[in-house]
């Protein structure tokens, strides 16, 4: 069954027929291009397919297209600003946060999301926060500093 359904994404109006079984992931990867939302686990384990969805971080793998009806939805593609990359993005590389970079985006945007709330959060509250986030290079230890860094800023 098709429903037809419209949202933003990253600040550009979308409408479109979708599949109600369809995951919003499956919408924004191949139906709308946005690759940087990642396919992982497809089980909501790893993070790397998170997008924010009103301004709230979200697994796209386990979130039903159909629900996405008028919401607002950043991917990692709308976080940088006129090709200026955003002050979370800039501690991931300052702090060499990134190896093989399939985890970045979901990591970006839940900082993203963190620093939007103006919390000051202690490492224990990071490492919480960040806990639904998988990575198997990094060691997860500059990913926290990157996030500290982007949160003291």
């Given at each position: 069954?098709?429903?037809?359904?419209s949202f933003t994404v990253n600040g550009l109006q979308v409408a479109l027929e979708v599949d109600v079984?369809?995951?919003?992931?499956?919408?924004?990867?191949?139906?709308?291009?946005?690759?940087?939302?990642?396919?992982?686990?497809?089980?909501?384990?790893?993070?790397?397919?998170?997008?924010?969805?009103?301004?709230?971080?979200?697994?796209?793998?386990?979130?039903?297209?159909?629900?996405?009806?008028?919401?607002?939805?950043?991917?990692?593609?709308?976080?940088?600003?006129?090709?200026?990359?955003?002050?979370?993005?800039?501690?991931?590389?300052?702090?060499?946060?990134?190896?093989?970079?399939?985890?970045?985006?979901?990591?970006?945007?839940?900082?993203?999301?963190?620093?939007?709330?103006?919390?000051?959060?202690?490492?224990?509250?990071?490492?919480?926060?960040?806990?639904?986030?998988?990575?198997?290079?990094?060691?997860?230890?500059?990913?926290?500093?990157?996030?500290?860094?982007?949160?003291?800023?």
């Amino acid at each position: 069954m098709l429903k037809k359904i419209s949202f933003t994404v990253n600040g550009l109006q979308v409408a479109l027929e979708v599949d109600v079984r369809e995951s919003l992931l499956e919408v924004l990867r191949e139906r709308l291009g946005y690759t940087g939302v990642k396919k992982g686990c497809e089980v909501g384990e790893c993070g790397a397919c998170t997008v924010l969805i009103d301004g709230t971080p979200v697994d796209s793998c386990i979130y039903l297209a159909v629900w996405a009806d008028g919401k607002d939805i950043v991917t990692i593609e709308g976080i940088a600003k006129n090709g200026e990359l955003s002050k979370v993005q800039k501690a991931f590389i300052e702090e060499g946060a990134i190896q093989c970079g399939f985890c970045t985006p979901g990591y970006v945007l839940t900082a993203t999301a963190m620093a939007a709330k103006g919390k000051k959060y202690t490492r224990e509250e990071i490492k919480r926060e960040l806990s639904g986030h998988l990575c198997r290079c990094t060691g997860y230890q500059n990913i926290i500093k990157a996030v500290e860094k982007a949160l003291a800023d």
